[in-house]
């Protein structure tokens, strides 16, 4: 599975962006599908992530409330709709998957990473 991730840019604080993942090659084996982020000096973190089959959702405790995740199956896609951003979602945002649908599996095939930068 090769995962394509986009979207990320330049905002400001409150302001709203989209990022999308396009997952290409076995995408039939998908069995989830996540975004993580990692911020310069800091560990990666969870972000958000749904299950391909059943779409249940989860989402750190950091964003919760503010990102959605969705998925458009017909299009091998996971979006990640940010909003109410603030200099502290600054990050390289990844999109990753795996043939798991147990999200606490771990993941298997990660995207490029697309950096998101919120000024203040």
């Known amino acids: 599975v090769q995962l394509q991730a986009s979207g990320g840019g330049l905002v400001h604080t409150g302001d709203s962006l989209r990022l999308s993942c396009v997952a290409s090659g076995r995408t039939f084996s998908i069995g989830n599908m996540g975004w993580f982020r990692q911020a310069p000096g800091k560990e990666r973190e969870f972000v958000a992530g749904?299950?391909?089959?059943?779409?249940?959702?989860f989402y750190g405790v950091s964003v919760k409330g503010r990102f959605t995740i969705s998925r458009d199956i017909a299009k091998n896609t996971v979006y990640l709709q940010m909003s109410s951003l603030s200099p502290e979602d600054t990050a390289v945002y990844y999109c990753a998957a795996d043939d798991s649908e147990d999200l606490r599996a771990g993941f298997d095939y990660w995207g490029q990473g697309t950096l998101v930068t919120v000024s203040s």
């Open positions: 749904l299950t391909w089959r059943h779409d249940s959702r």
